[in-house]
């Protein structure tokens, strides 16, 4: 299997015939809508916490049409998601290998008190399986974790790749990550990711398999907001979301 080759260690620039998702943080212009759950972290479901969203939020955004969503109550966890179908892929459905890229910007604003773990990633369901590979960024560790889908469960891997995100307050950062989904052989990689045009890490190569469900072909992307066990009250808000899909050769 082979991808775009990639300067600098820089996420490629998709092809000119990619499949092209674009200011998917709107409520409109994209297949699909967004829905908002929340959880409790411990089993027996949501005690005293709850879930929002807002949509084309004029300020803090970069292009006036921002996306919110909101997390509030002790150890809630609140997930943002989007299906965006197969049908703009070029066979009209959801399969064979694919890079995908996504990219947007993201920013937690003052108001918000300490968030514990926060969640974004693409997912695809290929009919008898579904791969998901989602990065977790844990505030208590600063380390950037992925998800093993069979084994059902966050890793490290021997880098842990640090960072403070999760504490700054008021500033957009720029979120690009690049993996591949084999809907063939039900696996996914994990290749590029890269804060503010800063590689955190290239060429990775950190492969998975998927797990088996049956159901419908699908893919859609995913946020979310993990709170601590504390009461609290936090926000993220989603600005200038592209995600591009396009074939491995």
Known sequence: ???LAKANGQIPTPPSNATVFKDVQNSAGN???WVLTATKQEAGGLIDGSASQDFNVPTPSLSDSAYSMDCRGAGANCLAYRHLGCTKFPDGVCSGVWNV?????????????TIQAWETDPDAYDGTHEEFPSHQLDSVTGHWRF??????KWTETAKVYPS???KERGKYHHFQSLEVIDMNNHTYTYEDLSIDGVPVYS???LTYAGAPLEGN???NIEHQIDNSKKGESNT????EQTVTVWPVK
């Open 147 to 152: 998800w093993n889908m069979a084994a059902r």
């Open 164 to 166: 403070n995100l999760l």
């Open 1 to 3: 299997m082979t991808i």
């Open 236 to 239: 993220v808000f989603i600005d």
């Open 217 to 219: 072909r699908d893919f």
């Open 31 to 33: 297949p699909g809508h």
């Open 203 to 205: 060429h990775l190569g």
């Open 101 to 113: 890229k996504d990219d947007f910007y993201f920013l937690i604003p003052e108001s918000s008190s």
